[in-house]
Structures are given as structure tokens and as C-alpha cells.
């Protein structure tokens, strides 16, 4: 049951009303330290894994776990979070799945336990980010995941331009090129990332914090901004992603909405959305640009034709087929499921030997696949009451003039509702564009 939403705002900003706790606990810096650490190695991982220790690919890919575990531990024992309907739900149903995935299920205690760690270390991490971060901290993450963008998207267009026996297109593991093909004979360039949906779910990371900073760049260099929202414009066609574009155009149209409520917003925005056309114009007179541009529009021609249209892109991509996910995972699936972990690459491998979706691509047909009908309906509604939630909170604070909150729900919201908890990296980004989002909320006056 999803709690009442009108006193959200006001239950939100009660739980972050005390004092930041980096001012009263000098442990605090260290947790700090922690999701710093965290962001970090969710964007350098792959690198990690690609170039630096090829040889330690495998245990590199849970790199970030030992962070998460630390953090958590720590902020219970000290009582800096409290506990909530969700922490206490979702931590009831991981050891419930664990139990039933080992007795009931596919019978791999290794394989449950990698499952059960999306619920028992990064969903908790999502609200002790909430806690130690302050909103400097937020904006200060935001400023230095700008300055990442620019010599970002030059790997990828390396990366793009480059064969895949080309260095910069080394695979996990030191292995030749393992590009995923994207049309003309390009293909979806990773980034630092481990795989292509890494380098869409940054860039996505980097349009809500450009937007941001345009409407609110009092304290950020313009020409910084523009070199960042050049290398965002860049990353579209050079990602060769639909999921990037729609996730753009996602932000741009709570962006809208902010500027409805404040015309000097809208103001600021015509004016950004007028240069970067002129910037789209000069980059279009360069075969680099124009033959990107190519690649990325033949590749959504040819998609949209195969999924049915535009239509279906986004019913399928965003809604991640949920309808299905109730309807077709229905028939014949065990009470409790499969068993937890099973649904991932990992629990595939260490199943079978290969990594192949035992159980859906779907976030929710995982879900309710591995956990069945009771297990992961459970899930998919304590995910959604939290969205419901903190959405709700953002846009009060949008009502109060604060733009940082709910352009963080521009990227937060779907991920958190039907993000792929499975894969690591979109996990990463969830949960820490969770923790931002109640960490946001907190007054100005309090930063």
C-alpha cells in the first residue's frame, strides 16, 4: 500500500531537517568519502575492467559492493538512518528470497546471495547517500560530472571512429573489441563503461545537471557549461542510443514544466535551446558530426520499423513491458518464483555456463520471475510507493522555486521504478540518483 502522498513533502523534509550530519560526526566524512568512492568507480569500473586489471575483470564487477556494505553498516550501527517502510520490505523479501531461491528454487546459494546483495547493500545505500550528503554536495557531484563529459564523449568518438581491434575498444577482460553493433557498421561505443547502456545512462546523468546549471548558473564558469552541453549534444549521435535521446527528451520536458511555473526560466531556456541549435549547426557542416548523425538516424530508422514505430520504442524501453510482465509471467511460474539472482549475467554464468536471460530482459518480468507472484509484486510496489514519494517531494519543492530536486526526478524517477537493478552499472546510477534526489530535498537554509 502506498502511503499517503500529502504529507510526503513535509515527512521528507522532517527527516532531513536535522543538522547535516558531516557537521556533528567526523565519521560522516568518511561516508562521504564512501559515495564519493562510489561515483567513481560506478563510472571507472570499466576501465578497471578493460585496461587497468583485465586479469581481475570478474571480481572487479562487484568493486563497488564492499563500499555499499561499509556504508551501510555503518550508518545502522550509528543510527544516522532510520528505519522505513522500504528498508525494513525490502530487506524481509531479500532473506525471504534467499531461503526460497536455495530450497525452492534454483538451489545456487552463490547465485541467491548476488541477488539478494541489490536489496540488502544498494537499495539501503540510496538513503544514506539521502543522509550524509548535503545539497553542496549534490551540486558539487553535478559540477564534477561535467567536467567528465568533455573528455568522455572524445573517448567515444575515438571509440566510434576506431576498429574494434583498436585499443580504445578493448573488452572486458583484455578480449578483442566486444562492441555492440549499431547501424552503417558503427558500433555503440562504451565509454569507460563496461557496455553501452553505461555510457547512455551517463550521459543521461550529465543532461539533468545541464539543464540545471542553465537555469541556475550563478555559480558555475559559462564557458565550462557550454563545452559540457557541446559534449552532451555530441554524445547523441556518437552513442548511437535511442535510450539517450529519449531520456534527453525526457528531462527537457520537466524542464518545460519548471519553466511554465517561472518565465524567467522559460526565458533562459529559449535562449539555451537557440544555441544549441546554432551548435548543432556549426557541428553539422563536419563529416565527423554529419556521418555520426548518419549512423545514429539510420540506426532509429531501421529500430523503430522492427519494435513497431515510435510507439512501441517507448512503450517497450520506458514502460519496460509491465503489462507483460503481469500477464505473461503469470503462466506456469512456481509461487516463489524462480529463485532470487537467477535473472541476472552473473546467475546465468555460474547457472549454465553462458549469459543469456534465464528469465526475461524485462526489469519487472525479472523481478516477478525470480521472485514470483507475491516476492516481486512486492517489490515493484514498495519501488513505486518510493517513487510515488519522493516525486511528490520534488515537486513540492519545485512549487517553492527549487529547480535541483526535481530535475534529479527527470532521470531518478524511471530508473528507480524500472531501472535494471540486474545489470550493475544502471544499478549504480539508481542508486545513487536515489540518494541525490532525498538529498536535494533538504532546505536551503540547512546547507
Known amino acids: 500500500m502506498i502511503p499517503d502522498l500529502r504529507s510526503t513533502a513535509n515527512r521528507w523534509e522532517e527527516a532531513n531537517s ?5 557537521a556533528v560526526d567526523t565519521k560522516a566524512q568518511w561516508l562521504k568519502r564512501a559515495v564519493w568512492a562510489y561515483f567513481f568507480l560506478l563510472i571507472f569500473e570499466g576501465a578497471l575492467r578493460k585496461w587497468v586489471l583485465p586479469s581481475l575483470a570478474t571480481p572487479l ?38 531461503i526460497t531461491a536455495t530450497l525452492l528454487g534454483h538451489g545456487n546459494l552463490f547465485v541467491a546471495l548476488y541477488g539478494a546483495r541489490i536489496f540488502l547493500l544498494h537499495f539501503p545505500l540510496i538513503f ?22 568533455i573528455p568522455m ?45 553505461g555510457n547512455a545512462s551517463f550521459f543521461s546523468f550529465v543532461a539533468l545537471f545541464v539543464f540545471y ?79 555520426a548523425t548518419e549512423a545514429f538516424t539510420s540506426r532509429f530508422e531501421d529500430a523503430n520499423e522492427i ?4 510507439e512501441g520504442v517507448f512503450l517497450d524501453r520506458f514502460l519496460g513491458g509491465l503489462i507483460g510482465a503481469l500477464t505473461g509471467s503469470a503462466s506456469g511460474l512456481p509461487f516463489f518464483g524462480y529463485g532470487i539472482g537467477m535473472g541476472t549475467n552473473v546467475g546465468s554464468m555460474l547457472l549454465t555456463g553462458t549469459t543469456v536471460f534465464l528469465i526475461s530482459e524485462g526489469e519487472w518480468g525479472r523481478v516477478i520471475g525470480e521472485l514470483g507472484p507475491l516476492l516481486g509484486l512486492a517489490v515493484v510496489f514498495l519501488r513505486l510507493g518510493l517513487a510515488a514519494e519522493i516525486s511528490w517531494a520534488c515537486y513540492k519543492k ?38 541525490l534526489m532525498i538529498a536535494s530535498l533538504r532546505s536551503l537554509k540547512q546547507t
Open 153 to 197: 564523449v572524445l573517448l567515444v568518438a575515438m571509440q566510434f571512429f576506431s576498429p574494434q581491434s583498436a585499443w580504445v575498444n578493448q573488452g572486458i577482460g583484455g578480449s578483442e573489441g566486444e562492441g555492440f553493433m549499431g547501424a552503417m557498421g558503427f558500433f555503440r561505443p562504451p565509454g569507460t563503461f563496461s557496455f553501452t547502456s
Open 18 to 22: 536535522r543538522r547535516p550530519i558531516a
Open 128 to 149: 544514506v547517500i539521502g543522509r550524509v550528503f548535503t545539497r553542496e554536495d549534490v551540486i558539487s557531484m553535478g559540477k564534477v560530472t561535467l567536467w567528465i563529459a
Open 307 to 310: 519494435e513497431g514505430g515510435l
Open 213 to 291: 546549471f542553465w537555469l541556475d548558473n550563478k555559480a558555475i564558469n559559462k564557458l565550462f557549461l557550454a563545452a559540457a552541453t557541446a559534449a552532451l549534444l555530441l554524445s547523441v549521435p556518437l552513442s548511437i542510443s535511442r535510450t539517450l535521446l529519449f531520456q534527453i527528451v525526457i528531462s527537457l520536458v520537466f524542464v518545460l514544466i519548471a519553466s511554465a511555473r517561472k518565465p524567467e526560466n522559460l526565458g533562459r531556456m529559449l535562449v539555451t535551446v537557440a544555441g544549441g541549435i546554432l551548435v548543432l549547426s556549426l557541428l553539422g557542416q563536419s563529416s565527423f558530426f554529419s556521418t
Open 61 to 98: 564487477l562487484i568493486i563497488r559492493d564492499p563500499i555499499a556494505l561499509w556504508a551501510v553498516v555503518v550508518t545502522w550501527r550509528r543510527g544516522i538512518i532510520a528505519p522505513n517502510i522500504y528498508l525494513t520490505g525490502m530487506v524481509v523479501i531479500a532473506v525471504s528470497s534467499i
Open 398 to 435: 519545485l512549487t517553492q522555486g527549487d529547480l535541483l530536486p526535481w530535475l534529479l526526478l527527470s532521470f531518478g524517477l524511471l530508473s528507480l521504478v524500472q531501472g535494471g537493478w540486474a545489470q550493475p552499472t544502471s544499478l549504480g546510477f539508481c542508486t545513487l540518483t536515489g540518494g
